[in-house]
């Protein structure tokens, strides 16, 4: 289901930073977690990081820990993913998603709630 939207991709030189933002409702952003994902060109989607929206705590992807920083706005319906530091094979489409459920999924597609996506390309 896509009831999320996703901005604040660009075009960016190695060692930039972006701050993407995951706009929905109380009913996505009331979810057990959310999570956001990356797509790379010619590739399959990974995940990147997640947020347990009651306890707060997060988790990373190896590729982005100390670079990246999910955080989120609950009472606004809004999530964050702070990029610094970015690197060329950060190149990717983003998205977020929120599982709707009492637990955690692992995978892209267990998630209940997604967003079409919004693009972010480094370069050298």
């Known amino acids: 289901q896509v009831q999320l939207v996703e901005s604040g991709g660009d075009s960016v030189q190695a060692g930039g930073s972006l701050r993407l933002s995951c706009a929905g409702s109380e009913y996505t952003h009331n979810s057990y977690c959310m999570a956001w994902f990356r797509q790379p060109p010619g590739k399959e989607h990974e995940w990147v990081a997640t947020i347990y929206t009651t306890s707060g705590s997060t988790y990373y992807a190896s590729s982005v820990k100390g670079r990246f920083t999910i955080s989120q706005d609950n009472a606004n319906d809004m999530m964050y993913l702070q990029m610094n530091s970015l690197k060329p094979e950060d190149t990717a489409m983003y998205y977020c998603?929120?599982?709707?459920?009492?637990?955690?999924?692992?995978?892209?597609?267990?998630?209940?709630?997604w967003g079409q996506g919004t693009q972010v390309t480094v370069s050298s």
């Open positions: 998603a929120a599982s709707g459920a009492v637990y955690c999924p692992d995978s892209y597609g267990d998630f209940s709630y």
